[in-house]
C-alpha cells in the first residue's frame, strides 16, 4: 500500500514537472497512441537487455552521449534492486517545447517490477526519435 501511494505521489509529481516546463499540450506534429507506442517500445528494449535496439531508436545527440555499453551498465544496477518485469501500470503523454521552443512530445511509463516500481520518462523530437531517457 506503501509502495503504491508513493509511485502515485512520484507519477503525479513527475506530471506537474512536466507542465511546469511548458504547455502539456501535445503539439500537432505528434500522435498520442504512437508515442505511447514507441515509448513502450523502447521501454520493451529496455527491459529485455536489448541495448543496441534502443539505442537505434535515438537522435543522433543522444547516440553521441550514450552507448549501448553505457546502457547495459547502468540498467544492470536497475535490475539488481528491481527485479524481474510485471506489468505496465499507467502511461501519459504530453508535450513540451526544447529550449530551443522545437517541439517534443514525452511520455511517462510507471512499470511494476518484483521489487518496485520503475518510471520511465521518454521524450520523442518530431522525427519520433528518442531525445531524452530517464528512469527513476
Known amino acids: 500500500m506503501k509502495r503504491n501511494f508513493f509511485t502515485a505521489i512520484l507519477f503525479t509529481v513527475t ?12 503539439a500537432d506534429a505528434f500522435d498520442a497512441e504512437t508515442v505511447e507506442t514507441m515509448a513502450r ?13 534502443n539505442i537505434a531508436m535515438m537522435s543522433d545527440v543522444m547516440k553521441n552521449a550514450l552507448s549501448a555499453e553505457i ?5 544492470d544496477t536497475m535490475n539488481e534492486q528491481t527485479g ?7 502511461t501519459a ?31 520523442f523530437n518530431t522525427d519520433m526519435e528518442v531525445d531524452g531517457l530517464f528512469m527513476k
Open 93 to 123: 503523454v504530453v508535450g513540451q517545447k526544447d529550449k530551443d521552443g522545437r517541439d517534443l512530445a514525452t511520455a511517462v511509463i510507471v512499470a511494476a517490477f518484483e521489487k518496485r516500481n520503475v518510471t520511465y520518462t521518454i521524450t
Open 84 to 90: 524481474s518485469f510485471v506489468e505496465y501500470k499507467s
Open 41 to 53: 517500445e523502447a521501454a520493451d528494449h529496455l527491459i529485455a537487455g536489448e541495448y543496441d535496439e
Open 71 to 75: 546502457l547495459a551498465e547502468n540498467m
Open 15 to 26: 506530471l506537474l514537472f512536466l507542465t511546469g516546463c511548458s504547455s502539456t499540450k501535445l
